[in-house]
């Protein structure tokens, strides 16, 4: 078992920037790849950002491209999401996400991560 807990969530104005973070715990030595998901209210769960633990590899969504940056401290099992100008439409709900093991589906896919955690809500106000 592999347990998530994100922090640094908040509100911050447009244009403002903020880190969250994810500590990984237990069995992490079995998962391949970290991810953050979003979900604002009455909307689909979407990907946001990825990282492997190996090789450092990431993958983002398309609508954070060159404003968020994924980072991994493998001594510290940590998980970083840098979010820089952040808009009103990055109000969300953001979760890690963590596979238990070498990835079968794509790393932008929900449904091959094994491990979430509890979420951490930004606020991005106008």
């Known amino acids: 078992q592999v347990q998530l807990v994100e922090s640094g969530g908040g509100l911050v104005q447009a244009g403002g920037s903020l880190r969250i973070s994810c500590a990984a715990s237990g069995r992490t030595f079995s998962s391949y790849a970290m991810g953050w998901f979003r979900q604002a209210p009455g909307k689909e769960r979407e990907f946001v950002a990825a990282?492997?633990?190996?090789?450092?590899?990431?993958y983002y969504a398309d609508s954070v491209k060159g404003r968020f940056t994924i980072s991994r401290d493998n001594a510290k099992n940590t998980v970083y999401l840098q979010m820089n100008s952040l808009e009103p439409t990055d109000t969300a709900v953001y979760r890690c996400a963590a596979t238990s093991g070498p990835p079968v589906l794509p790393p932008t896919s929900r449904w091959g991560y094994a491990y979430w955690g509890q979420g951490t809500q930004v606020t991005v106000s106008s």
């Open positions: 990282v492997m633990w190996s090789g450092g590899s990431t």
